[in-house]
């Protein structure tokens, strides 16, 4: 009775519309802002602590390794927040449909490009 279904676990040979893509960054952006949060209290923290402190890490995210990590952090950020906005004026009920998700895909992901790539251009 039951018929053996083809199963494709190859997520290499699947193509996701552009609405999965962005749901999918927007849910990666949020975990890997979570697990900064310990990073950024500690820099809070540090700075905050005294003058020598701030100094301190000032001197420690100018190091082109820490730029690098800085800019992919703020990166995150930046797009979990377009991306956010996206899904809020969604629930509000704009852009539900099915060519105007698409439509909705491309401009949050342009916007968010476009910012990351000025954040990289400042921090550089």
């Known amino acids: 009775m039951n018929k053996p279904?083809?199963?494709?676990?190859?997520l290499t040979s699947m193509k996701f519309?552009?609405?999965a893509i962005i749901s999918i960054l927007h849910r990666a952006s949020?975990?890997?802002?979570?697990?900064?949060?310990?990073?950024?209290l500690w820099a809070l923290a540090v700075s905050l602590k005294s003058a020598a402190g701030f100094q301190q890490l000032h001197a420690f995210l100018t190091t082109p390794?820490?730029?690098f990590i800085l800019w992919g952090s703020l990166s995150a950020l930046v797009y979990h927040f377009?991306?956010?906005?996206?899904?809020?004026?969604?629930?509000?009920?704009?852009?539900e449909g099915k060519q105007s998700?698409?439509?909705?895909?491309?401009?949050?992901?342009?916007?968010?490009?476009?910012?990351?790539?000025?954040?990289g251009v400042l921090i550089w």
Request: net charge positive.
């Open 65 to 67: 390794v820490m730029k």
């Open 101 to 119: 998700g698409k439509v909705s895909a491309v401009i949050t992901m342009s916007i968010a490009v476009i910012i990351i790539a000025v954040l």
């Open 17 to 19: 519309p552009a609405t």
């Open 5 to 10: 279904q083809p199963v494709n676990l190859q």
């Open 30 to 40: 949020g975990v890997i802002l979570f697990f900064l949060i310990p990073f950024i």
């Open 82 to 95: 377009v991306a956010g906005l996206r899904h809020l004026l969604m629930d509000f009920g704009f852009a």
